[in-house]
């Protein structure tokens, strides 16, 4: 009996902890149910383009200083938000590339994939997300 | 449809969804250097005036199509400098094409020597990338890039190009070969180098941070010159470490004469806290004029290097550094042909530089 209390907390704790995650979301002609870690690091770093959804990715980011940028860079990149921000020093001034556009608010991520074909973005867990297809990630 | 981001939070200014964004960085530095020798920006009894200012525009006009430019402001000398301008089209992740002036793909630092929140030290190596003719400033022609493999573990990425290759160099060979003159200098001038072909081989290794870079470039219609060398990169949050070497061969414009350069440095930084860095190089430049077995001090140049670095965001810092130097390649009066002359000229230089480097 005692193992019910054990696992409700447990239960409790996943809970929280997923409170502050993110699910990557696609737009709804995509039909692709996932994508790996890597080829979703690779998308939003701009170093490839090409993806089951379509040749040319069009990722959106979140704020900058956001809670939910800092873990997607953390997961997804495996880099802290100051490398990653060296990163793209690096690509604008050498004139490879610049980075995805950032949109302050989960409600605009979601419009901007919404009105792109071959948008991808991430939006914090907790949010509904009509018109968009939701993908899990592999790791 | 505008989105000016609030310092210290986010980069650059974007229109329309991230198609047209505009981004700079700039500098400004004070410099004092020991025994009348000016080193950069460091001037004997020091100098308040260096600075710099640049602003970078990418517009993507289309999904594969890019338009992209640099333009900057020079204090020291008054001018104002179109860096690059060039049009891309990418025909896949493997080849993308550009062609206008284009910057150098050349080593860890080529293709963007000018921006300084990205090293460690103020100054990046004067061998490698300063006047001695090695890193262009520009290619006036074309070039491609891309992935050539692009795995978890590895990854190889390549950039070749071909056209005008411009750069910064003093030159002290032909006045070694003619002898020194009253009131003679060594101003800086920007080398022109045509048909030229180079390229770049980067590799990234599946030790995290860890690269291997192999650049070269030679011209085609004679062999007036040819570069080559390698680059590894260590860098983590915390450290960055480098080493590069390049190999230049050289013959003189006016007298013909055959030089071949050496110029490498090892420098290692490390963040103290998350906000002061601290960082050490040590630098050897040398040249060797076929033939010539005059004085050699405008030949050498070797120089240990401190900097401690205040950051108060990854795109703006504070940096205070130290050089010792010796030689005379890179640090000397302005009027060197005099100090030669009346044998005053002193083979070692102590420079101090203090200074703001800043980017968005």
């Not at chain 2, 004070?30 to 990418?58: I, M, R």
């Not at chain 2, 795995?151 to 003093?170: K, N, Q, V």
Request: charged share 20%; net charge negative.
């Amino acid at each position: 009996m005692k193992i019910i209390p054990f696992l409700l907390v447990l239960l409790a704790a996943v809970a929280l902890a997923d409170e502050g995650g993110f699910k990557v979301v696609v737009n709804s002609r995509c039909e692709q149910a996932s994508i790996s870690r890597e080829d979703l690091s690779r998308l939003f770093l701009k170093k490839a383009a090409r993806w089951a959804c379509g040749d040319w990715m069009q990722a959106v980011d979140q704020a900058d200083d956001s809670d939910l940028r800092i873990r997607f860079t953390d997961e997804v990149h495996h880099k802290s938000l100051h490398a990653v921000k060296a990163y793209w020093l690096h690509q604008i001034f050498s004139g490879q590339d610049v980075p995805p556009p950032v949109k302050s608010t989960d409600e605009e991520v979601l419009a901007f994939v919404r009105g792109h074909a071959a948008g991808i973005g991430y939006v914090s867990k907790g949010t509904p997300t009509p018109g968009v297809r939701v993908v899990d990630v592999r790791p | 449809m505008l989105a000016l981001a609030p310092a210290g939070k986010a980069l650059a200014v974007e229109l329309a969804d991230g198609k047209l964004s505009l981004n700079g960085f700039g500098q400004w530095a004070y410099g004092n250097s020991s025994n009348k020798n000016v080193y950069e920006a460091a001037t004997p009894g020091g100098d308040f005036g260096s600075g710099s200012f640049a602003l970078a525009l990418h517009a993507q006009m289309l999904d594969r199509g890019t338009i992209a430019a640099q333009g900057r402001l020079n204090r020291d000398d008054g001018t104002a400098n179109l860096d690059w301008a060039f049009a891309e089209w990418r025909f896949s992740d493997a080849i993308h094409f550009r062609v206008g002036i284009v910057q150098h793909p050349f080593g860890i630092s080529g293709d963007v020597r000018d921006v300084g929140t990205l090293r460690p030290f103020f100054l990046l190596p004067s061998g490698v990338y300063g006047t001695s003719g090695i890193t262009g400033e520009a290619v006036d022609g074309g070039a491609i890039s891309g992935a050539i493999l692009d795995e978890a573990s590895w990854s190889l990425r390549y950039d070749a190009y071909f056209g005008s290759l411009h750069l910064p160099s003093t030159d002290p060979y032909d006045k070694l070969e003619t002898g020194f003159r009253p009131g003679g200098t060594l101003v800086p001038v920007e080398d022109e180098l045509d048909y030229v072909a180079g390229g770049r081989l980067i590799a990234a290794t599946p030790v995290a941070g860890l690269s291997f870079r192999l650049s070269g470039y030679a011209t085609l219609r004679d062999t007036r010159a040819a570069v080559m060398g390698l680059s590894v990169q260590y860098a983590t949050d915390q450290l960055d470490l480098r080493a590069e070497y390049f190999l230049k061969s050289e013959r003189g414009q006016e007298t013909g004469a055959l030089a071949y350069e050496h110029a490498g440095y090892v420098e290692g930084s490390l963040y103290l806290t998350s906000q002061v860095q601290a960082g050490l190089r040590a630098e050897l430049y040398r040249a060797h004029l076929l033939g010539y077995g005059g004085p050699r001090p405008l030949l050498d140049h070797r120089e240990l290097a401190a900097t401690l670095n205040y950051w108060f965001a990854p795109g703006f810092v504070l940096k205070l550094s130290g050089h010792l130097i010796d030689g005379n390649r890179f640090a000397h009066p302005v009027a060197v042909d005099d100090a030669i002359l009346a044998g005053t000229l002193e083979r070692r230089t102590l420079a101090v530089i203090f200074g703001t480097q800043f980017s968005f």
